[in-house]
């Protein structure tokens, strides 16, 4: 692969389009400024990142954390640019822009109440009502709903033409569009343990075509499996920071992690330098969330340095698809053995805490109840009840669809963009909990 091929400012369903520039901004801020004033996105503020929605203190949501995840995914990216500057690589030293934007829509497909959400939509199939239609289904659709993923979704959400808008979805620039793809291969290809995809069957021509046109590789012993597009790994490298880094900030304001425990984990990142530069910093104020906000901002500043020279430093090999793995596993020993200790306490202290667990009970059972409501209708349109159902989905959602395959995908797509709100309310109605104006 070469830079001069992956960067390129064609738009998915305007290929023979050439816009005339109106304004200041390039293309791929473009992309950026029509993912932020979309309403997929702005709904990600009612979105459970990893604990519930807020109450008196205020944690992260899928909102927030995009919103972060782009602005150190804009980092690596200029970090990366600046090395190559002089170069004469067309667009080069726009991948600022390509990457924010990349992270900005890489949580755009995930169901309401996180992962919960995901398990409950792949298990409606794989394991509950949803199994009578797999002798419906072609051995890749049917793999498209058991392994349900917000990847792929996300890359639906921004290229499916839904009912009444336009081709091409967001209409997005190619390298935008083969920045979010994580794992660029179908569905039936997915690893059988992890389940990652990166597109639905739907959406497998255009990836297809956008690999083409920029040149993105096969993968030599899978050719059924491309390799991923470049720029991926700065997107990821972004997620794995904000995420991982964010996570210990929210658990201490929760009181879940006490402030010795941790300032500790963050201490762990630095060299005996650098932390008694950080401590006398430290010293100077007295409020302890703005010490652990400071602590938190030079973490990810330190890794961000980290895994932009990873990049740098594996540039050939993810060059010639033959680099493995992620930049956070890339970077020095040292602070990859901070990162890993964070990750354990996350796990054990954060993921596994009871208000994490009951939240996920909860949007689990939400989740599954709305699927099993919906796809019966779809399947069953002449019943009344079904009727009643269908009639609160939006014209958008395609549920007459010529196909079973396109008909369940409508009540995905419907399910998926919900907030979290949303659809406890919608669950509250259909389940007899709640009963509005009576």
Known sequence: MNWHQLLTPIRLGQENFHDRKRDNRNQFQRDYDR?????????????TQVFPLPGSVFVHNRLTHSLEVASVGRSLAMNVSQ?????????????GAIVSAAC???DLGNPPFGHSGEEAIATYFSEGEGQFLKNKLSETEWCDFTRFDGNANAFRLLTHQFQGRRAGGFVLTYSTLASIVKYPYSSLYADEKKHKF????????DYEK??????????????NRYVRYPLVYLVEAADDICYQIMDIEDAHKLKILTTDETKELYYQFFDETRLKKIKDNIAIVSDINEQIAYLRSSVIGQLVTECSQAFL???????????????????TPEVSEAYQKCT????????????????????????????????????????????????RIPAQYEINSSSIYGKVQ??????????DVYALDLYKKITGISVANI
């Open 83 to 95: 090395a190559h500057q002089g170069e004469g690589i067309n667009y080069f030293e726009e991948i």
């Open 104 to 106: 900005l829509a890489h």
């Open 198 to 205: 990166g597109f639905f069957a739907s959406e497998q021509a």
């Open 35 to 47: 993912l932020i004033f979309s309403a997929p996105f702005r709904r990600l503020q009612n979105k």
């Open 344 to 391: 354990k306490v996350a796990v054990k202290k954060i993921y596994k805490s009871q208000e994490v667990l009951d939240i996920e009970l909860a949007g689990y059972r939400i989740i599954y109840t709305l699927m099993e409501h919906f796809v019966n209708a779809v399947i069953h349109p002449e019943k009344t009840y079904s009727k009643q159902l269908l009639n």
């Open 210 to 223: 956008i690999a083409g046109k920029l040149g993105i590789l096969r993968q030599k012993l899978n050719p």
């Open 313 to 331: 430093s594996n540039e050939e090999a993810i060059l010639l698809g033959e680099f493995e793995g992620s930049l956070i596993k890339n970077i």
């Open 410 to 419: 409508a009540v995905l797509d419907y399910i998926s963009g919900m907030t």
